[in-house]
Nanobody, 121 residues
Framework: QVQLVESGGGLVQAGGSLRLSCAAS????????MGWYRQAPGRQRELVAT???????NYADSVKGRFTISRDNAKNTVYLQMNSLKPEDTAVYYC???????????????WGQGTQVTVSS
């Protein structure tokens, strides 16, 4: 069993910054790709950014140049630094990780519970 716990969400004014964290724990052999997704009210969940175990990154066009994803493998943690926030960034942000578990050495996909980010205009 693997758990992902996000933190760092909150209310910020437009132009401000927030840093999200997501810590993975449990029966982890290794963590492959980690990523952040978001879902605004009435909209589908969408990719924000991903980072592979080799630190290759991918960003949605809407956040390029403003958001930075990074990871600390020693802490099994992924971060999302969000700068120049806009009201349209308001959403619940979810962490996702592909994990090789210690028990079966199988690969499984896990999601966090989500953290609210609200950007006021």
């Amino acid at each position: 069993q693997v758990q992902l716990v996000e933190s760092g969400g909150g209310l910020v004014q437009a132009g401000g910054s927030l840093r999200l964290s997501c810590a993975a724990s449990g029966s982890i052999f290794s963590i492959n790709t980690m990523g952040w997704y978001r879902q605004a009210p009435g909209r589908q969940r969408e990719l924000v950014a991903t980072i592979t175990s080799g630190d290759n990154t991918n960003y949605a066009d809407s956040v390029k140049g403003r958001f930075t994803i990074s990871r600390d493998n020693a802490k099994n943690t992924v971060y999302l630094q969000m700068n120049s926030l806009k009201p349209e960034d308001t959403a619940v942000y979810y962490c996702r990780a592909t994990v090789t578990v210690t028990t079966s050495r199988g690969n499984y996909l896990y999601w966090g519970q989500g953290t609210q980010v609200t950007v006021s205009s």
